[in-house]
């Protein structure tokens, strides 16, 4: 390529070589390098931008990849030009000062941007629009009619892009009778096998699309030669990518609808208005039926729905207790969430232990201890009663009116280790709403050790302690063999 430092010769050659392409009458070739413009042997501002004008004008006619990169080529000489140009330099202080550098740079930037504009299409954009609609499609979730829409999708580009590269595409691999969309008569069976293997649809739909995307870019499509190829595929990805735009999502249903199509409002026999999802929630919860109460829970944006569906797995207790459930209230639990963690108490989870542990000494917040104290309690965690025998410590910064719940905690757990510092509580402490919440826990412990650490206060000043000391002496006296 020149760049204007030529000899005559090459001149006179170059001469001689357009006079020979014009002989040559080639119609449809790309322009000869004759007719490329030379970057000046003067380079102002004025002759740089008669260059670029020159390059716009290739541009412009461009009809080939080869063109282009041709106008590419140039543009390198108008940047290496304009960097070793003598141009005047603006004035610092002066913000609207013309900068003829800065601007021959910006045509040159702009004249680029033509030119990758004017690229392609290739093969690899269909490709890439192929692989965005197939992940789409695997991602989303559909309601059934968006589901039979987005196949019907799949099903008109795979025809489409079987008829638009039948001579470079094998059409065994895209052909969209492969793709089997269902019908009426055969829904419910879809149905039952969906059900059996945890899917629908849509991963046949997906493959489908990943053999199109195979095939295409193992065609060998040249963006020149396949032009009108390559372009009817990209009109039948476009039509995809709309037709998956317009098929519903479950996104699209408001609340209600979706509670609808997922069976919600199915135990009430028919549909009411609000405030159906109470009267539904009650039945679900009458019937066991966790998944929904959960559906509720997450669906139902509302405080009011929400309190209703935390209480109803309260009442279920270990009813309402698998997996999901357990996964849903930990989550709540892990902020802190009371009621969540009353729940996980009566569901005994002891998937909640570890958690609930981190709270034992959440001194700052006497009302979340002891929901966690008797939630412990009921879940029966052995890994608290350590935590919890800490918390009788009178010396520590837990609230007396605490600490009688760590005790009786103890005494739901039930582990033996806690007799010595439930014993040592009741002899020792100051508040005889602990001492007597230590007698009451020693009594469910229930070993004879446990009980006659309790029965020896029968005398005891405090009516609540004398009385879990008279009732531990009576259950000696019932374990005690008859003569």
Same mark, same amino acid.
């Given at each position: 390529?020149?760049?204007?430092?030529?000899?005559?010769?090459?001149?006179?050659?170059?001469?001689?070589?357009?006079?020979?392409?014009?002989?040559?009458?080639?119609? #449809?070739?790309? !322009?000869?390098?004759?007719?490329?413009?030379?970057? $000046?042997?003067?380079?102002?501002?004025?002759?740089?931008?008669?260059?670029?004008?020159?390059?716009?004008?290739?541009?412009?006619?461009?009809?080939?990849?080869?063109? &282009?990169?041709?106008?590419?080529?140039?543009?390198?000489?108008?940047?290496?030009? /304009?960097?070793?140009?003598?141009?005047?330099?603006?004035?610092?202080?002066?913000?609207?000062?013309?900068?003829?550098?800065?601007?021959?740079?910006?045509?040159?930037?702009?004249?680029?941007?033509?030119?990758?504009?004017?690229?392609? $299409?290739? +093969?690899?954009?269909?490709?890439?629009?192929?692989?965005?609609?197939?992940?789409?499609?695997?991602?989303?979730?559909?309601?059934?009619?968006?589901?039979?829409?987005?196949?019907?999708?799949?099903?008109?580009?795979?025809?489409?892009?079987?008829?638009? /590269?039948?001579?470079?595409?094998?059409?065994?691999?895209?052909?969209?009778?492969?793709?089997?969309?269902?019908?009426?008569?055969?829904?419910?069976?879809?149905?039952?096998?969906?059900?059996?293997? #945890? =899917?629908? @649809?849509?991963?046949?739909?997906?493959?489908? *699309?990943?053999?199109?995307?195979?095939?295409? +870019?193992?065609?060998?499509?040249? $963006?020149?030669?396949?032009?009108?190829?390559?372009?009817? *595929?990209?009109?039948?990805?476009?039509?995809?990518?709309?037709?998956?735009?317009?098929?519903?999502?479950?996104?699209?249903?408001?609340?209600?609808?979706?509670? @609808?199509?997922? =069976?919600?409002?199915?135990?009430?026999?028919?549909?009411?208005?609000?405030? /159906?999802?109470?009267?539904?929630?009650?039945?679900?919860?009458?019937?066991?039926?966790?998944?929904?109460?959960?559906?509720?829970?997450?669906? &139902?944006?509302?405080?009011?729905?929400?309190?209703?569906?935390?209480?109803?797995?309260?009442?279920? #207790?270990?009813?309402?207790?698998?997996?999901?459930?357990?996964?849903? *209230?930990? #989550?709540?639990?892990?902020?802190?969430?009371?009621?969540?963690?009353?729940?996980?108490?009566?569901?005994?989870?002891?998937?909640?232990?570890?958690? %609930?542990?981190?709270?034992?000494?959440?001194?700052?917040?006497?009302?979340?201890?002891?929901?966690?104290?008797?939630? %412990?309690?009921?879940?029966?965690?052995?890994?608290?009663?350590?935590?919890?025998?800490?918390?009788?410590?009178?010396?520590?910064? !837990?609230?007396?009116?605490? @600490?009688?719940?760590?005790?009786?905690?103890?005494? %739901?757990?039930?582990?033996?280790?806690?007799?010595?510092?439930?014993?040592?509580?009741?002899?020792?402490?100051?508040?005889?709403? /602990?001492?007597?919440?230590?007698?009451?826990? &020693?009594?469910?412990?229930?070993?004879?050790?446990? &009980?006659?650490?309790?029965?020896?206060?029968?005398?005891?000043?405090?009516?609540?302690?004398?009385?879990?000391?008279?009732?531990?002496?009576?259950?000696?006296?019932?374990?005690?063999?008859?003569?």
């Amino acid at each position: 390529m020149s760049n204007g430092d030529d000899d005559p010769a090459d001149a006179s050659e170059g001469a001689d070589a357009a006079d020979d392409a014009e002989e040559a009458g080639g119609a #449809g070739e790309s !322009t000869d390098a004759a007719a490329a413009p030379t970057l $000046p042997d003067e380079a102002t501002e004025e002759s740089l931008n008669e260059y670029l004008d020159e390059i716009a004008e290739r541009l412009d006619g461009a009809d080939t990849e080869a063109d &282009l990169d041709d106008v590419d080529a140039l543009l390198d000489d108008a940047e290496e030009g /304009v960097a070793e140009a003598d141009l005047p330099e603006p004035d610092e202080d002066d913000e609207d000062a013309d900068d003829p550098r800065g601007d021959l740079e910006d045509r040159i930037a702009e004249l680029r941007d033509g030119v990758e504009e004017a690229r392609g $299409p290739y +093969a690899e954009d269909v490709v890439d629009a192929i692989e965005a609609a197939a992940s789409t499609l695997g991602d989303t979730e559909w309601t059934a009619a968006g589901r039979d829409d987005a196949a019907d999708a799949v099903v008109a580009f795979v025809d489409a892009a079987a008829d638009a /590269v039948d001579d470079g595409v094998d059409a065994d691999e895209i052909d969209p009778d492969t793709v089997d969309t269902g019908s009426a008569d055969t829904e419910a069976a879809d149905a039952d096998a969906a059900e059996e293997t #945890g =899917g629908d @649809r849509t991963d046949d739909l997906v493959a489908a *699309l990943d053999a199109v995307a195979e095939a295409v +870019a193992g065609a060998g499509l040249d $963006p020149d030669d396949d032009a009108e190829t390559i372009a009817a *595929l990209i009109d039948a990805a476009d039509a995809l990518e709309a037709g998956l735009d317009d098929a519903e999502e479950w996104d699209d249903l408001e609340t209600h609808e979706q509670l @609808r199509a997922q =069976g919600y409002y199915d135990v009430l026999g028919h549909y009411k208005d609000y405030p /159906v999802e109470w009267a539904a929630l009650k039945e679900h919860e009458a019937r066991g039926n966790v998944d929904m109460i959960l559906l509720a829970l997450d669906s &139902l944006q509302s405080d009011f729905m929400e309190r209703h569906c935390l209480e109803a797995f309260e009442r279920m #207790g270990k009813r309402g207790k698998t997996e999901a459930s357990v996964e849903e *209230l930990l #989550g709540r639990a892990e902020k802190r969430d009371r009621p969540s963690i009353r729940i996980l108490g009566k569901m005994a989870a002891e998937e909640a232990t570890e958690t %609930l542990v981190e709270y034992v000494s959440e001194d700052s917040n006497p009302q979340l201890q002891k929901t966690v104290f008797k939630a %412990l309690g009921e879940i029966g965690a052995a890994e608290a009663v350590q935590p919890l025998a800490n918390q009788l410590d009178p010396e520590s910064d !837990t609230d007396d009116l605490v @600490r009688p719940h760590a005790a009786r905690a103890l005494g %739901l757990i039930g582990d033996t280790r806690a007799i010595d510092p439930l014993a040592g509580a009741l002899a020792e402490d100051e508040s005889d709403d /602990v001492r007597a919440a230590a007698g009451w826990a &020693l009594r469910q412990i229930g070993t004879h050790e446990a &009980l006659e650490a309790v029965a020896e206060y029968g005398d005891e000043h405090s009516f609540i302690v004398s009385t879990e000391a008279e009732k531990a002496e009576r259950a000696l006296d019932e374990a005690a063999p008859t003569a």
